[in-house]
């Protein structure tokens, strides 16, 4: 499963973008081969259809899941017709890392 979550940095200890079509970075997180990559969110200074230009970045990606901290009003139906599961998280001084670690953590627990 692929997971996007959005950075503020380019690092595991980059702490959570809270705004999903601005943020600054998305963090790809592959759960089966465990892979981590850093993508830079070319959309994030768009005037207008950042979140719309954030979909349909992730989408390309074939993510399953996406973290943020805030999503505008129009993604929740755009990520559910490309059955994108939006995760809320309202933990602004967690690291990228510390998300990682807890979604293996839940990963595990599911298994």
Known sequence: MKIAI????TSLESK?????GRCSYFVIYDDMIGS????????N??????G???VEFIAKKNV?????????????SLLDSLKIQMI??????RTIGELI???????????
């Open 16 to 20: 959570i973008d809270m705004r999903f």
């Open 88 to 93: 809320m998280v309202k933990l602004p001084d």
């Open 101 to 111: 670690e807890l979604l293996k953590q839940n990963i595990s627990k599911n298994k």
């Open 52 to 54: 719309i230009a954030a």
């Open 45 to 50: 200074d768009a005037e207008q259809g950042a």
């Open 64 to 76: 399953d899941k996406v973290i943020s901290g805030e999503f505008g009003i129009k993604i929740k």
């Open 36 to 43: 981590i990559e850093f993508i830079p969110n070319s959309a």
């Open 6 to 9: 959005t950075s503020t940095g």
